[in-house]
Each structure stands twice: as C-alpha cells, then as structure tokens.
C-alpha cells in the first residue's frame, strides 16, 4: 500500500466512521439519558431505508422522501413513547429489552406485509451521482463525501443543543435526576417524549440517508445494531462526544483489518470493544 | 384443498385402523399389509424450506417449481397423490436437526425436500443419513453434500458450490486476464466457490493475487475496493449474493472500477437484482447452469406454464425446485409408487435422465447434477446466454465414500 491509497483507506475509515455515529448517537441518546435499552433501534434504521425507497419511488425525488419521512418518524417516536415506553422508566431493563425485543418483530413482520421482502435500491440524487477520480483507476462518490459532511453538521448539533441550550440543560439534568427536575417545575415528560423522538429521528434519518448506498433489505437493522451498541459501550453509555470518538475508532479499525488482516476482519472491532472495557470498563467517557 | 386433506387424512386414519385389527397389533402402520394399501395412500413429501427472512423469494420458487413438476403429472407421482408437510427453516442451521426431525419422526415423510441455505442442509444431511430418508436438496451448494456426507439417500437437483466458479476459472484466462482478485465473504460457500476459481485459473497458468475477504453480513466494500485499485489486477471476481450482490456492484461502479478492471462471478452475482443495480451491471459475464434465453423447447414450455401458474417470472431457484419434482417423479415410476421399496426408487433416480429447462442432466455418483455450465452475459435485464463455458461438468465429489 502506497501513501496514496493509505490516505484513501484514512478517509474510507473516518467516513465509515461517521456513518455509524449518525446511528449510534440516537441509541446513546436514549441510552443515556431516559436509561431505556432500545433494542429496536435498527428496526428505526430500518423503517428509515424503507421510507426513504418508498416514497423516493413516490416522489421521485430522496430529498422531498426525506422531508416527508422525517416528519413521520418523529411522530412515530413520540407516539411509542406516549404509549410503551412512557411506562417502563422505572422498571427494571429487562421490561426494556422484552419490549423492544417485541418491537423488533413487529416492525419486521409490518415491513413483511407493507413493502415485501424483496430487495431495493435507492438511487442517489443526481445532482450528488458523481465520483472524484482520485488515481488512474479510483474514483470517490461524492454522495459519501456528502453524508459525511451531514453527519459532521448534525453533530456538531447535537453538541450544540445539549451543551449550549435551555432546553439542552434540562435534559442533562433530567438524565441525572428525574425527580428534582420535576419538582422545580419543568415538564419531564415532555422532555422525555422529545428525546426519545430525536433519537428515533436520528436512527430513521441515518437509514434514509444511507438507503442509497447500502440499498434497503430485510433484517437490515440488525446489522446496524449490533455494531451500535458496540460503539455505545466503547464510547461510555450516554456519551455522545464518546460515540463519535468510538464510532471513528472503529471505522478506522475495521478499514484497516479489512486490508492488512483480512482472516481477522469480523474479529477486530470485538477485540478492540474487548481491550477498552479492560482499560475503562465505563467506555471512553462514560460517568462510571 | 383443504377439505381435500381433510378426507384423505380420514381415508388414512380407516386404513390404519383396518390394518391394525387385521394384524392384531397396536402398531398400525401401513406396510405389513402390502403394496396394494399402501398405494391407496398419500405420498407424503416434507418441504423444509425458508418461507420468512432473507430467503424467502427463493423458497417460494422452489416450492412453486416443486408444485409444478407435480401438476403436470396430473397431480400424482408414481400413481400416488401427494399431501405435503411444511416446515419453515427460517434459514436457521441451530435449528436444521430439530426441523428435520419434526418431517421425519412426528410426520414420517417419505422423503425430504429442502434447502436454500448451505448451514441448514449440513444440518439436514446429518438427520437423513442416520434415518436413510430419501432427501433431495433444491439448492444449497455446500461441497460437503455430494462430498464427505454423500449418500445412497442424498440427491442433489441444484449445482455444487464448486461447480460454476471452476468454469468460471477457464472462462477468465481464456479473456486473457493473467492475474485476479477474488472477493467474497468469509462463510463457506464464499471459500468454497474461491478455491474452486483458483484451482481452475491457476491450472490454465493465470494467478490469483490476492483473496478479499469481507464478515457476513456487512456490505461496506470501501476498503476493500480501495485495496483493488491498489493492487490493479487484470479481472475481478466476486461472489455475493442478494443484497450485498446490488450494493456491490453498484459501489464496483461509484468507486470508477467499472470498465477499468472487469468484474467477473458466479451467476448468483447478477440473478434477481439486475432490477435493482441499474446499468452498473452492464456487459458483466457470469457462469451458471441456467441463463436467459436457453431459447430451447423444454425451457419456453417451463416458463410459460410457470408464468401461467403463478403471475410471476421464473428463475434458476424454480428450476431446481421444478428439477427436485421431477427427480422424485424418476425414482416413484421405477418403483410404481412404491416408496417402501427405497433400492429401486434410489436406483430409478440414478439412472434418470431428468429434462430439466436448463437442459438435460443425469446425476454423478455422488448425485450431483453432471451439467452444462453457461456463460451468461447482462443485456438489458437479461443474464443472457453467450455460450456454454463447460460441457457436461462434474462436480469431482471430493472425500465421498458412498
């Protein structure tokens, strides 16, 4: 590998990377903050990808799918929050994790019986459907380039929204005492309901966006949620600065065992999560 | 159809009853009694198949084909009507034993139908050499079936993983590529299908450089494109399949591969998806043992009865399954229906010479189909056939003592 294509596989890396923190940052989110393990977060994924090729093939356009499908899936979220998860704060994780075990099933049995089980591809906006000739024979899509600068922009967001505002302020105190908050007069369940639908909203929004490049399948959220909650645990549980480091150290990871230790490559990301919780068993930036 | 079960499930219940005071004994079963009785009743046929997840479409069509193959025999194979026992696999190989279990010990199946999934038929391959069952694979393509776990009761009506990419290897070298990369993901079929392109390319005097592997099910290639560029071999070969198979040969076009370095592969690369992947796939080769356009008789008649029976287009999933339906229909006319009579319907099945729409084939020692491997070439939304790239092709049923 020459200079060149190390800095090639650098930016694969960190794009990969960025990638998964679009999508993980939605489950440390709801992690962290209201304490709920979710582990139909990849179905959210998932019925992101699914709207964004059904109403692209509507539209005809991923843009206006998106505008229309963002919407929906944040009422989506509010309205499961409202209506399930609203009852297990306080219950034990295990009420969680049967519940959104059960989600997991129903959203693939409704995405069984409304889109099909067949595969699809989304196509990318035209205006993006190019590549940049990088050497004589690579080319870069400028689609990735464009996803990784949205994800750049939305986390420098959500760093914005929770550190710099009112609204911010509440919710870090809400995640470290519920009951306080409450009493001081603020509505915590309505900041509750909001969290929980941003972090759907991520989830959902990260599927849409990727739909063109990984093209949309069944059980596609399973996939992504397995190496989220990698990352979560990596970062620390409810960090969202450490989800985007973890997200780009695995990114890097997997990119580069994929090339130099190809026999390992499934392993690699495993072995690192492995190494941190020896170092740091509360993540990166986890409170402990 | 279902009041139709229902009546021969009562016809049945009679005839055991009938039998067990005859012989006197609690354990009614049929065969005492002889052929005569035994013939009246239903052949039983187990179809364990996936019918949720991933691989679904695929066992749909092979249980369309199946079903075909048994209409046009009015219904009936070997004079015997057929009431069919579903099992869904799910694709699950943790699952294969109990699955297969359930067909042959609770619903005493005469034979076995099933899989798509390579993991699950390891699974099933276990179960029926202990119980001798006769079994007949659609699809999965694990060497291992007609290799070390062959038996005189394992039929196979699909193709050896080994089978197309070995003619594939002869195809590359002769387009005067000299060196290839193999890419895959790293689960058995994809080794598998790997070492078989390898030996064949390497044999004609090509080499292959570098063997890509990618974890099921992940389907970031970047890196792993990003290493081709690198390392500029004369061809490309890829086996993915489904999902993956769009998204990397949609990125093979993104990253500026395409019309740079060919892209070669198995057939499954570019069957069902070329909908999907647009004009990415354009003027691509593959290797198969059916194509568009076969352009025969037996073909044309198939398609159209299916097309007829189903409101939907045909593929080499259904013509496994429709191959399966007419294996099985060899092996009950030899023996009249018979099925108590195994020897000969396992030696009726040898000696067939099934008229598959892919074209005739008989079945190796191990009982794998000796068969023309195409090469296909993508025109439009058509895997177009070009020429056959190995003649009557045997998989070589390496480690079977059978």
């Known amino acids: 590998m020459d200079f060149a294509f190390f800095l090639i596989q650098l930016l694969n890396g960190l794009q990969y990377g960025l990638l998964l923190f679009l999508v993980a940052s939605g489950l440390t989110l709801i992690f962290g903050i209201m304490g709920i393990v979710n582990l139909a977060h990849g179905s959210f994924y998932m019925v992101?990808?699914?709207?964004?090729?059904?109403?692209?093939?509507?539209?005809?356009?991923?843009?206006?799918?998106?505008?229309?499908?963002?919407?929906?899936?944040?009422?989506?979220?509010?309205?499961?929050?409202?209506?399930?998860?609203?009852?297990?704060?306080?219950?034990?994780?295990?009420?969680?994790?049967?519940?959104?075990?059960?989600?997991?099933?129903?959203?693939?049995?409704?995405?069984?019986?409304?889109?099909?089980?067949?595969?699809h591809g989304v196509a990318v906006p035209a205006l993006l459907s190019y590549s940049i000739p990088l050497t004589d024979n690579l080319s870069y899509p400028v689609y990735r380039l464009a996803i990784s600068g949205v994800c750049l922009l939305l986390a420098a967001a959500l760093y914005f929204l929770i550190q710099k505002t009112r609204l911010g302020m509440m919710i870090r105190a809400g995640a470290s005492n519920r009951d306080m908050v409450q009493s001081l007069g603020i509505d915590?369940?309505?900041?509750?309901?909001?969290?929980?639908?941003?972090?759907?909203?991520?989830?959902?929004?990260?599927?849409?966006?990727?739909?063109?490049?990984?093209?949309v399948f069944p059980n596609m959220g399973s996939q992504v949620l397995i190496i989220c909650f990698v990352v979560v645990v990596i970062g620390g549980i409810g960090s969202v600065k450490g989800a985007m480091v973890a997200s780009l150290m695995i990114g890097l990871a997997d990119t580069f065992g994929q090339v130099l230790v190809p026999e390992v490559a499934g392993m690699i990301v495993y072995v690192l999560m492995a190494v941190v919780l020896v170092w740091r068993p509360e993540g990166l930036f986890g409170r402990g | 159809m279902h009041k139709n079960e229902k009546i021969g499930y009562d016809r049945r219940e009679f005839l055991k009853g009938g039998t067990a005071i005859a012989a006197a004994t609690a354990a009614g079963v049929l065969s005492p009694t002889g052929i005569a009785l035994a013939q009246q009743a239903k052949l039983r046929v187990g179809l364990m198949l996936p019918y949720t997840g991933t691989y679904t479409p695929l066992g749909v069509a092979i249980t369309n084909g199946f079903k075909l193959a048994v209409q046009e025999r009015g219904g009936k194979l070997g004079g015997r009507e057929i009431e069919y026992f579903v099992v869904d696999d799910e694709s699950n190989p943790?699952?294969?034993?109990?699955?297969?279990?359930?067909?042959?010990?609770?619903?005493?199946?005469?034979?076995?139908?099933?899989?798509?999934?390579?993991?699950?038929?390891?699974?099933?391959?276990?179960?029926?050499?202990?119980?001798?069952?006769?079994?007949?694979?659609?699809?999965a393509g694990?060497?291992?079936?007609?290799?070390?776990?062959?038996?005189?009761?394992?039929?196979?009506?699909?193709?050896?993983?080994?089978?197309?990419?070995?003619?594939?290897?002869?195809?590359?070298?002769?387009?005067?590529?000299?060196?290839?990369?193999?890419?895959?993901?790293?689960?058995?079929?994809?080794?598998?299908?790997?070492?078989?392109?390898?030996?064949?390319?390497?044999?004609?005097?090509?080499k292959l450089v570098k063997e890509l592997y990618l974890p099921f099910p992940q389907v970031e290639f970047q890196a792993l494109l990003t290493e081709i560029a690198s390392i500029k071999p004369d061809a490309v070969v890829a086996f993915f399949s489904g999902g993956a198979a769009v998204k990397f040969i949609k990125d093979y076009q993104a990253a500026g591969l395409k019309g740079k370095i060919p892209l070669y592969g198995p057939g499954f690369l570019t069957d069902g998806v070329l909908e999907e992947v647009g004009d990415a796939a354009e003027g691509m080769e593959t290797t198969l043992h059916y194509a568009d356009g076969l352009d025969t008789k037996k073909d044309k008649a198939f398609r159209l009865a299916y097309v007829k029976a189903y409101k939907l287009q045909?593929?080499?999933?259904?013509?496994?399954?429709?191959?399966?339906?007419?294996?099985?229909?060899?092996?009950?006319?030899?023996?009249?229906?018979?099925?108590?009579?195994?020897?000969?319907?396992?030696?009726?099945?040898?000696a067939a010479k099934i008229d598959s729409p892919r074209g005739a084939f008989t079945l190796s020692k191990a009982h794998n189909p000796v068969q023309d491997i195409y090469l296909r070439k993508v025109v439009g939304k058509q895997n177009k056939v070009m020429s056959v790239a190995a003649k009557a092709l045997a998989d070589p049923a390496r480690g079977c003592k059978a």
């Open chain 1, 48 to 119: 992101g990808a699914y709207l964004a090729w059904s109403l692209s093939s509507l539209t005809g356009s991923l843009t206006a799918a998106i505008l229309l499908a963002v919407p929906l899936t944040v009422m989506l979220g509010m309205g499961l929050e409202r209506l399930l998860f609203r009852h297990l704060y306080r219950r034990d994780h295990l009420y969680q994790v049967l519940l959104t075990y059960g989600l997991i099933l129903v959203f693939e049995e409704l995405r069984s019986v409304l889109w099909g089980d067949d595969t």
């Open chain 1, 188 to 215: 915590i369940k309505l900041i509750y309901t909001l969290v929980f639908a941003l972090g759907i909203a991520l989830a959902a929004f990260a599927g849409m966006i990727n739909a063109p490049l990984s093209s």
């Open chain 2, 94 to 139: 943790a699952k294969a034993p109990e699955n297969t279990n359930k067909l042959i010990q609770r619903d005493k199946v005469d034979v076995v139908i099933g899989t798509v999934h390579s993991g699950v038929a390891l699974g099933m391959a276990k179960v029926v050499r202990e119980t001798g069952v006769i079994w007949i694979n659609p699809n």
């Open chain 2, 142 to 206: 694990a060497d291992e079936v007609t290799g070390p776990l062959c038996a005189p009761n394992i039929f196979r009506t699909s193709f050896s993983n080994w089978q197309n990419t070995y003619a594939l290897g002869k195809v590359v070298k002769q387009r005067g590529h000299k060196t290839a990369v193999f890419i895959t993901h790293k689960y058995a079929a994809g080794e598998q299908m790997m070492s078989s392109f390898k030996d064949a390319f390497e044999k004609e005097g090509g």
């Open chain 2, 314 to 350: 045909p593929d080499v999933f259904a013509v496994q399954g429709y191959d399966a339906g007419q294996l099985l229909a060899a092996g009950l006319d030899a023996v009249k229906g018979n099925v108590g009579d195994k020897a000969g319907m396992i030696k009726g099945m040898e």
